[in-house]
Each structure stands twice: as C-alpha cells, then as structure tokens.
C-alpha cells in the first residue's frame, strides 16, 4: 500500500471518540460490501464482454484499465515503481500467474460456461491453495479440520458439476478453464511469498508494476492470437471498462485498505460472498439457468473453504502478565507483515486471502 500500515508499539494508544470509532466500523463495512459486490459481478462483466470481443481482448482492456486506476492513485500518493532487476523478474513470473493467466482462463471459461459457474470455480482457489500450501510450504501443518474442509468442498465441487449425472450438459473445457484460472492463484501467491514476502516496496509500487507488466504480456499476445475489431459495440466496451476500472484496479485498492484496516482474516472473507452475487446476477441480468445442484454444492464449497482456512488459536502465555501486552503486539505486527505479502500476491490470492476474479 501507499501508506505502510501503522507499527504497533506496547504504549495504550490514545482513546478514540466512540463516534469516530462507530463511524470506521462503518465504513470497513461498506467497503468490504462494495468489494463482494464488484467481484461478484465481474463475471457477469466478463460475460458481456466476450460477447463482443476476443477473451485476449476483453483481458488486454482488464489489465489496461485497471492499470491506469493503480498509476493514478500512484502519482497521487507520490509513489515510485520498484527498482532492482531481480525484483521485477520475480513481478513478471507473478503478472503472468496471477493476472495474466487465470483472467484470460476465465474469459475464454465463460465463451461455453455461465457466468454463475465461473464465479463458483472461483471459490476453490482457497482449497486448491491449502493442498499447495501443505506440498510447498513448510509451516503449514495439515489439521482434522482443514483436511475435513478439503473433501467436503470438493464433495461440493463435485455436486456444482452434477457428478451423479455423468456431468451431462457441462462443457468439460470451459470448466476445466475456470478451475485452472482457480488454480493459478494459490500458486501465485505461493511464489510471491517465497520471493517478494519482506520486501521495502509497498503494495501499491509492486502491485502496479505487476499489473504493468501483465499488460505488456497481453499487448504481446492479444495481436497474435486476434484481429483488431471492426466495430466497437457500446456495452460490451463500458463492461470491459468497468472490469478493469472497478473490478481490478479500484477493487484492489479497497482491499488493500481492507487488511490494513482490519485485518487479513477479516479481509479474505470476501471470498465467500463473491458467487453468491456472481450467481444473482447470472441468473437475474442475464437470465442464467440455475439448477438445485448449482447453489447447495456453491454452498458446500464454501463451507468447505472455511474450513480449511480455520487455525489453531496460538497458546497462551505460561508465565506470567507482564510480556502479555508486548508478546500481544509483537502478534499483531507479525500478522499485519503476513497480510502485507498476501496482499501484494494480486488478491492475496490462495491459501488464507481471497481470491480475485
């Protein structure tokens, strides 16, 4: 982010007003609505676009869009874009997983798929991130309750698709797509923890320049693989805008201030409210069919997603009262470290953040 998350330090804060602290709680609220609900609705958004425009196009615009939304808030808030070549390697690896891959999977997705199915897909990125997590990740321990979590989301994976069904009537690739675009994330944000986590840069220089290199990647490969449209129809061009403009670069800022507001906990439980509005705004704007199966296996995902996501508590001090308000904060400034090198993972996608659409 811009402006570093404010350091903790065992000295008792002075007390805010209680409006003033009714008044943030407030606003943390209306924020975390407002990003459920663009994310949600970008599938939706994606959907309208390709209906116009080649999925290369439709995510060249995302990333373009949502790009100028991050150099803006950049040039406000003075920042610079980071410097070091081994830094900007590892941002181009991350554009590439994070961005680039998994927007133009889920475009390309939603060409034989409905909007409401991608948006489901999308909400196994946290139970394809705890498997990763256990292979690549040594201090994540596996637990009854997130193993448990992991079979009963994929239970619910399995009831979206209609497996009892022979999974008639599901195009296998556009399906495949959306869960590879899932996928992509978790990996992402493994790799971005592995090789930004703890860097000097803020969210907001790295994140731009990601999104910038992503940009470059799709301006490289959207010309070999299209042709330039001959006519640009109005509203699939504004729902191409609006995805990059609202649902990546606006949305990215909000959830920035979301962790750094209340944490990465809090933050990451945007994942689970985004299919649901991603499946009303399937089946009312674009008139979507849904079957019975569609949202009990959506609501079984998500369920199952929780749980993996669940932690053990850490135990309590055995000794003694007076390390207890600096061990407490020593937590807190360790927690907000984590949530700053999830947060710069695009979404923070994966294991323990939510993943972006």
Known sequence: MSTAVPSRT???????PADSVRRRGLDWRI????????????????????GEYAP????????????????????????????????WMHLTVAAFVLNALPFSLFAYSELTIPSTLAGICNATSPLWGMVLSLVALSEDRPTRRRVAGLGIGFLGVLTVLGAWQGFSGLDFRGTAMALLASLSYP????????????SSHSNLSLTGAQLLLATVQLAVVTPLFTTLPTSFPLVPLLAVVALGVLGTGFALLLQYGLVAEVGPTTAQMVTYFIPVIATAAGVAVLDEQLGWNTPVGALIVLAGAALTQSRPKAPAAATGTSAQPQSRAEAEAESEGRAESEARAESGTGAGAAAQP
């Open 10 to 16: 065992p000295s008792a804060p002075t007390p805010a």
């Open 31 to 50: 924020r975390f609505a407002v990003l459920s609900t663009v994310w949600g609705f970008s599938f939706l958004l994606i959907k309208v676009g390709t």
């Open 56 to 87: 290369f196009q439709v995510t060249f615009g995302r990333l373009f869009f949502g790009t100028a939304v991050l150099a803006v808030a950049m040039a406000v808030r003075r920042e610079r874009l980071p410097r070091g070549i081994r830094t």
């Open 187 to 198: 990996i992402g944000w493994i790799y971005v923890r592995r090789t930004l986590a703890g």
